[in-house]
């Protein structure tokens, strides 16, 4: 068993920055992908960033050079910085792993405002 635990999400005006972080309840050495999605009312959850153990990140092109992904494996945590918030980007923000199976966190609230 897999437990993730997103924290960091908030109000913020549009323009402002958030940073989320990701704990994970086991050692991240041996994890090779994780992943960010969000979920906004009314649409389907999706990816917004990923990054495996070798460093390799991907964005999806909405956030590309707003958000940066990384990873700090001696803590077991996955970080999201979110800079030059858009309305658009009001959602709640899950960490992700597949082991096996997939694991998700509770997620963290996000609400940006215009």
């Known amino acids: 068993q897999v437990y993730l635990v997103e924290s960091g999400g908030g109000l913020v005006q549009a323009g402002g920055s958030l940073r989320l972080s990701c704990l994970v309840s086991r050692s991240t050495f041996n994890i090779n992908v994780i992943d960010w999605y969000r979920q906004a009312p009314g649409k389907e959850r999706e990816l917004v960033a990923s990054?495996?153990?070798?460093?390799?990140?991907n964005y999806v092109d909405s956030v590309k050079g707003r958000f940066t992904i990384s990873r700090d494996n001696a803590k077991a945590t996955v970080y999201l910085q979110m800079n030059s918030l858009k309305p658009e980007d009001t959602a709640v923000y899950y960490c992700h792993v597949r082991i096996v199976i997939d694991y998700w966190g509770q997620g963290t609230q996000v609400t940006v405002s215009s």
């Open positions: 990054i495996n153990n070798g460093g390799s990140t």
